[in-house]
RNA sequence: GGGGCAAUAGCUCAGCUGGAUAGAGCAUCGGAUUUCUAAUCCGAGGGUCGGGGGUUCAAGUCCCUCUUGCCCUACCA
C-alpha cells in the first residue's frame, strides 16, 4: 500500500553498505573536496545517517539502533541525530550515555569531524553543525540542474509510471474543481521523471455514456455553426444543456434515448458525429493544457475499454471473484471490515458496464500494453472507497491470473470551497470556468504588473503577466496539503505576497539582474576565486540549498507537491534576506564570488523545484 | 445505522509519521531605501493545538471518548 515508502528504505540500506567504504575525502585546500568524494554527501541526511550507524556499530549498540535524522533547530545545529532516545529506553540505559558513547566515535572519525561539528545536548540529542568550508564545497560539486538530477535519478530508475491524472469529461468546459487532478499530476510526473522514472501521462476522459443521447438530438436540431467553431466546448456545453431542458418532454426523451442506442450499437452516422465531438472536444481541451503546459501522451479515455469490458467480466467470473447480487455483478472482499457488504459493482443489473468495469479494463491495458511497475491516479478524495476496491480486486484477479501486480497509488485530494466554506461557484450558480479563471488572473497580473514596473514594453508586461498570471494559480493549488479542503479567495490567489508564485518569480528574477550587470569573466570560476560562507545570511542561505536535496525524497515519497512548495518559499526568504544584508557587487574579489556562487546556487535551485511544478522563471518582472 | 477525513494565532495554512521554548503568510503596530529590482527586509503583539481521559523520559502528533463540520456507504463518474 505505500510503494513510494518501501523504495527509499531499500535506497537507505545500500547507503548504509556503501557508507563503510567510500571514505576518501580529498581535501584540496581551503575547505575544497574533489567531487567523486562529494557524491557520496548528495544527501546529507543521509549519510550522516550512515556515519551515525557506524558509529553505533562500533560503540557495540545493537542492530535496533536507528539514527533518526532530523533537521535540527538552528540554534543548535542543521541536522539533529534522536536515536539515543529511544535506544536507550528500550534497552533500560542512560540515553545521554548512549549518546556520549556515539559522540566518541563520531568524533574519531576525521571525515566526518571535517565537515561537520559535533555536539550533544538535552537528555541525547545529537548535532551536527556544517562547516562553511563544507558548504561551499558542496556547493561546489553540485553546480546545476543537470548535476542534481543525476544524483536523484537513482530513486525510481527503471521504473515505468503511468499516471493517469485530469479526466474531464468531454463536451464540457473545465471548471475549478478540475484544476487540482491536472495540476498535481503534472507535477507528480515531473518529479517522477526527475527521478529517473520512465512516465506515461494519460487522460482518462469521459468521452462514453450516457448524455451523448440528449447531446446528438440536441446537435442535430440546434447547432450553431460558427460559435462551435469559435469555442467548440462552450457550445457543446450549450447543446447538452439545451438536449437535457428538452428532455422533460417525453417524445423528445424517447429521439434521444434512440441516439444513444444507436451510438451503443455503433451505427456508422452516431459513430461519426461521435467522432467530430469527441475531436472538437479533446481539440478545446488542449488549449487550456497548452496555456498550462501540460502534454499527454494518450487520451486513453472510456470509450477506448468499451470492448475490453467483456475480458473482465469473463476473467472475474471464471476465477470466482465475482458473484451475482440483486441482479447485478459484483465483487466483494470478505477479509475487509467494510467491503465484505460494501459491493463493487462491475456490471449493472441492465447489463451494462460502469466506471469500476473500465476502471479494472484500464488496469489491465496498463500492465499488458504499458508494462507499467507502478500506476498512480489522481483524482478527489470522495473516490477513496473506489480506488480501494479497485486495488484489492485486481490484486486478487491478477494473481489468480498469474499476472504481475504494478505499484499503485491513489494521489487524492480535497476540495476547493468558497469563502463561505461551501463549494465554490460562479454568481449564476454554475461551477467557475477554468478559462475564467486564467484569464481573470491574467488580467489582474497585468494590472499590477503595470504599476510596478512601467518602463517594459507593452508585449514583454503581457508575457510576464501571462506567466504570473497563469502560475500563481498552479502554485496557490500546488503549496496546499493535497489531502485537505482548502478556502478559494481571488485575493489569495492573486497576491503578490507570501507564499505565491510571483514571490518566487521575483527572487528568481532579482538574481538574473545582478547577473545582467557584470561580464562574463566576473562570473566565471566562481567555485576557485570564492572563499567559505562568513555572514549568518551566507551561512543560512548555503544551508537551504543543500536541504533541496532531502525535501525532493520526501515530496516524492509522499507525492505531495507542497512539500517542496513551502521550501522553495523558505529558500526565495532566506535569499531575500541574504540579499538586503549582503551587498553581492563588492571590491573584495573573494566575497564577491562567493556571494555570486549562493546567487547562483540559488537560482538553479529555484529554476530546478519550479520546474518540478510546471512553473517556467521570468528574466524579469 | 456503519465508515472515512478534518478541527492549530483575528483570517488562510504548515508542522517532516513521538522530540528541545508549536511555526509561516495575511491583517494590526513599529522600524529600514544617497545602496545590486522595496513585488523586499528587520522587529513587536497575538495560542488551553475543539473538550475530557489515557499511554511515557517526551503528545499538536499514538489509544479511548465526546462535540462540531464535510464526505462515502448497490447499480453516477
Redesign the pocket.
Given at each position: 500500500m505505500?510503494p513510494w515508502?518501501t523504495r527509499v528504505n531499500a535506497d537507505r540500506f545500500q547507503l548504509q553498505l556503501s557508507g563503510k567504504i567510500l571514505f576518501e575525502a580529498c581535501s584540496l585546500g581551503r575547505g575544497r573536496f574533489c567531487s567523486r568524494s562529494m557524491q557520496d554527501w548528495f544527501d546529507v541526511a543521509k549519510k550522516i545517517d550512515s556515519l551515525v550507524l557506524e558509529a553505533a556499530a562500533s560503540a557495540g549498540l545493537e542492530n535496533s539502533f536507528s539514527s533518526?535524522i532530523?533537521?535540527?533547530?538552528p540554534?543548535?545545529?542543521d541536522l539533529?541525530a534522536?536515536g539515543?532516545?529511544?535506544y536507550?529506553?528500550r534497552n533500560k540505559n542512560n540515553?545521554r550515555q548512549i549518546a556520549q558513547s556515539l559522540v566518541e566515535k563520531l568524533e574519531a572519525n576525521p571525515n566526518l569531524t571535517e565537515h561537520a561539528d559535533i555536539s550533544i545536548?538535552?537528555?541525547?540529542?545529537?548535532?551536527f553543525k556544517f562547516k562553511p568550508s563544507f558548504q561551499l564545497a558542496w556547493l561546489s560539486a553540485f553546480r546545476d540542474r543537470e548535476s542534481f538530477k543525476s544524483a536523484a535519478k537513482a530513486l525510481h530508475a527503471g521504473e515505468k509510471v503511468v499516471v493517469d491524472y485530469g479526466?474531464p469529461?468531454t463536451a464540457k468546459q473545465m471548471h475549478v474543481g478540475h484544476i487540482r487532478s491536472i495540476v498535481i499530476g503534472e507535477a507528480i510526473c515531473r518529479l517522477l521523471e526527475f527521478c529517473g522514472a520512465e512516465v506515461v501521462r494519460d487522460n482518462h476522459i469521459?468521452d462514453?455514456?450516457?448524455p451523448y443521447g440528449k447531446l446528438f438530438y440536441a446537435y442535430k436540431r440546434h447547432l450553431d455553426a460558427k460559435a462551435l467553431e469559435r469555442d467548440p466546448l462552450e457550445e457543446l456545453e450549450r447543446l447538452y444543456k439545451l438536449g437535457s431542458k428538452l428532455a422533460d418532454d417525453a417524445a423528445v426523451l424517447e429521439e434521444c434515448r434512440q441516439e444513444l442506442v444507436d451510438l451503443q450499437a455503433g451505427k456508422p452516422e452516431s459513430m461519426a458525429l461521435w467522432e467530430t465531438v469527441n475531436k472538437l472536444s479533446i481539440q478545446g481541451l488542449e488549449t487550456i493544457y497548452k496555456e498550462l503546459d501540460v502534454h499527454y501522451d494518450c487520451y486513453l479515455g472510456?470509450s477506448f475499454y468499451r470492448d475490453k469490458v467483456e475480458q473482465v467480466y469473463q476473467e472475474l467470473k471464471d476465477n470466482g471473484l465475482s458473484e451475482e447480487?440483486?441482479?447485478?455483478v459484483?465483487v466483494f472482499h470478505p477479509e475487509h471490515?467494510?467491503f465484505k457488504?460494501?459491493?463493487f459493482?462491475i456490471?449493472?443489473?441492465?447489463g451494462?458496464?460502469?466506471?469500476?468495469t473500465?476502471d479494472l479494463a484500464t488496469m489491465l491495458y496498463r500492465n499488458e500494453h504499458f508494462k507499467a511497475t507502478s500506476i498512480v491516479i489522481v483524482?478527489d478524495?470522495?473516490?477513496?472507497?473506489?480506488f480501494e476496491q479497485l486495488d484489492l480486486t485486481t490484486k486478487k484477479w491478477f494473481e489468480k491470473t498469474r499476472r504481475q501486480m504494478p505499484k499503485f497509488s491513489h494521489v487524492m485530494f480535497?476540495?476547493i470551497?468558497g469563502?463561505d466554506?461551501?463549494?465554490i461557484k460562479s454568481r449564476s450558480g454554475d461551477p467557475i470556468r477554468l478559462r475564467q479563471l486564467i484569464d481573470e488572473a491574467v488580467e489582474r497580473?497585468a494590472k499590477?504588473?503595470r504599476e510596478?514596473?512601467a518602463t517594459l514594453p507593452e508585449d514583454e508586461i503581457k508575457h510576464?503577466a501571462e506567466v504570473?498570471g497563469v502560475n500563481a494559480i498552479k502554485y496557490a493549488d500546488l503549496?496546499?496539503?493535497?489531502?485537505?479542503?482548502?478556502?478559494?479567495?481571488w485575493?489569495?490567489l492573486l497576491?503578490?505576497?507570501?507564499?505565491?508564485a510571483?514571490?518566487l518569480?521575483?527572487?528568481a528574477?532579482?538574481i538574473?539582474?545582478?547577473f545582467?550587470?557584470l561580464d562574463t569573466d566576473q562570473l566565471a570560476d566562481l567555485e576557485s576565486k570564492a572563499t567559505p560562507f562568513e555572514t549568518p545570511e551566507e551561512i543560512a542561505l548555503a544551508n537551504k540549498i543543500i536541504a533541496f536535496v532531502?525535501v525532493l525524497q520526501?515530496t516524492i515519497e509522499?507525492l505531495?507537491p507542497?512539500?517542496l512548495c513551502?521550501y522553495l518559499?523558505?529558500l526565495?526568504?532566506a535569499y531575500?534576506?541574504?540579499?538586503?544584508?549582503?551587498?553581492?557587487?563588492?571590491s573584495e574579489s573573494d566575497v564577491q564570488a562567493r556571494?555570486l556562487l549562493l546567487c547562483q546556487r540559488t537560482l538553479v535551485a529555484l529554476q530546478s523545484g519550479l520546474g518540478l511544478l510546471g512553473i517556467p522563471t521570468?528574466?524579469?518582472?
Open positions: 505505500r515508502k533518526e532530523r533537521p535540527a533547530d540554534r543548535f545545529g539533529q534522536n539515543a532516545l529511544p536507550a529506553k540515553p545536548a538535552g537528555p541525547g540529542f545529537i548535532n479526466s469529461n469521459g462514453w455514456g450516457t472510456e447480487s440483486k441482479g447485478a459484483v471490515p467494510r457488504e460494501q459491493p459493482i456490471r449493472k443489473s441492465d451494462a458496464s460502469n466506471y469500476a473500465t483524482t478524495d470522495r473516490q477513496k472507497d473506489h480535497g476540495k470551497n469563502e466554506g461551501k463549494v497580473a499590477i504588473v510596478k514596473n510576464i504570473i503549496s496546499q496539503n493535497r489531502t485537505s479542503d482548502y478556502i478559494f479567495t485575493e489569495k497576491s503578490f505576497e507570501g507564499n505565491t510571483p514571490y518569480l521575483y527572487a528574477a532579482r538574473q539582474s545582478i545582467r550587470k532531502g520526501s509522499q505531495r507542497h512539500l513551502t518559499f523558505e526565495a526568504g531575500s534576506s541574504f540579499y538586503s544584508a549582503n551587498k553581492v557587487i563588492v556571494r521570468l528574466q524579469r518582472m
